[in-house]
């Protein structure tokens, strides 16, 4: 089944799991997927500040706060369903989004309260929202609910790309730099895998990217055993 693996800076992966931040803005949303559908959290590799895991909470600092926390950027730290997207479009003389920092007393459209509601649950500032949206003909927000932590963050290994394209019709993606890429002494016989048909993501999203959602999660003890051994 079709999911999403979406990319969010360390600080805002902290806001999520703390349950401040429960709107993502983003420049695009899935065409080819109706909500509700799963999105994966991967946490992008910080530079000055980094994402830790506590026993029940996720954190951001540029060191950890206790001896036992492990750095998580640079992996999938959690999951959540979005149920809905709204749209928010430029308004104004100015054509910009200054208008979703206004108070909802001044404005008796429903849409354009939803928009301010919106804007406010994602915490994003107004300099921060307009340099991101400046090449934007419209922004989208993706509504978080049904959050949840992975005790054990899993690397992007474990999961597969959405409909890849195989190598010679076979189950295998063709990437020689895989450790698992298996490759055949007869130039007539295709290389194989050796993850058993699973090809794995090994490149963060820009933005997000559909993924197959991880519907066995039996094989993921196996993944990351093997993941560990390398």
């Known amino acids: 089944m079709k999911a999403v693996l979406l990319g969010i ?11 401040w931040k429960t709107v993502e803005i983003r420049k695009t949303r899935p065409v080819s997927l109706k909500e509700p559908f799963k999105c994966y959290i991967y946490c992008t590799k910080g530079t000055k500040f980094f994402c830790w895991k506590a026993v029940d909470h996720l954190y951001f600092d540029d060191r950890s ?15 959540f369903i ?19 920092y206004l108070s909802l007393n001044e404005f008796g459209n429903d849409d354009i ?8 649950k994602s915490l994003i500032p107004k300099h921060e929202l307009n340099a991101y949206g400046k090449s934007a003909p419209k922004l989208f927000a993706w509504h978080i609910s049904e959050l949840k932590i992975y005790d054990n963050p899993k690397p992007l290994s474990c999961f597969s790309k959405h409909g890849f394209s195989s190598l010679f019709g076979t189950s295998v993606c063709g990437n020689e730099d895989c450790k698992y890429y298996e490759p055949s002494d ?31 999660e039996t094989i993921l003890p196996v993944l990351l055993q093997r993941l560990s051994e390398r």
């Open 113 to 120: 309260a939803i928009e301010i509601q919106d804007i406010k």
């Open 186 to 216: 007869d130039r007539m016989v295709p290389p194989t895998c050796g993850l058993n048909e699973y090809c794995s993501l090994h490149r963060p999203p820009q933005s997000w990217r559909y993924v197959e959602e991880l519907k066995d």
């Open 82 to 100: 979005c149920r809905k997207i709204d749209t928010i479009q430029r308004m104004g003389i100015d054509n910009n989004f200054d208008y979703c």
């Open 9 to 19: 800076r360390p600080e805002w992966c902290s806001r999520i799991f703390s349950g």
């Open 65 to 79: 706060h206790n001896l036992f926390d492990r750095r998580t950027d640079g992996m999938v730290v959690g999951e």
